[in-house]
């Protein structure tokens, strides 16, 4: 009886740690119709240039960035589409933790892009951790591109 005790809070025990080893630890994000993730990054205090590589070949006609955790200063953009075109809006823009920055604007019909680069400068305490930017795309909806 005592044997089955010690086998039964085993299994109990083996159940509990496996369920809570194998729990999804991925975030989720709430993405605004219409818009979708290009990526992320984590910001660095060392090096404050980061770059976004775009995975797909879908068109865009809006960018934004949304930044969590710790605010930001963003000091220079270059948009670079995937026939190697370049975009560089004029930004200066600080981003505060939990916000989004304004949209900018890539023209109506959609571009496809390769790349977003960004530099930026971290806001406040080191201390306090990292930033984390989010980088989404506004599709464009046209007659043949749902």
């Known amino acids: 009886m005592k044997h089955n005790k010690i086998i039964t809070a ?3 025990v083996a159940v509990v740690i496996s369920s809570l080893s194998c ?3 991925r975030r989720s994000i709430a993405i605004e119709e219409g ?3 290009l990526g992320e990054t984590k910001v660095n205090f060392v090096r404050d240039r980061d770059k976004i590589e775009v995975l797909n070949s879908n068109l865009y006609t809006a960018i934004r960035f949304k930044v969590e955790k ?3 200063h963003i000091n220079a953009l270059e948009i670079v589409y995937q026939n190697g075109d ?3 809006p004029v930004i200066d823009d600080d981003i505060v933790a939990g916000e989004s920055s304004r949209e900018i604007e890539l023209g109506p019909l959609g571009k496809s892009l ?3 680069d960004f530099t930026y400068r971290s806001r406040g305490n080191l201390l306090k951790g990292r930033a984390t930017i989010l980088v989404f795309g506004k599709r464009y909806r046209g ?3 749902n």
Do not use: A
């Open 35 to 37: 818009w979708e993730l």
């Open 143 to 145: 007659l043949y591109n």
């Open 114 to 116: 390769r790349s977003i």
């Open 10 to 12: 085993l299994l109990f």
């Open 86 to 88: 370049k975009l560089n």
């Open 23 to 25: 729990g999804n630890s």
């Open 70 to 72: 710790k605010d930001i």
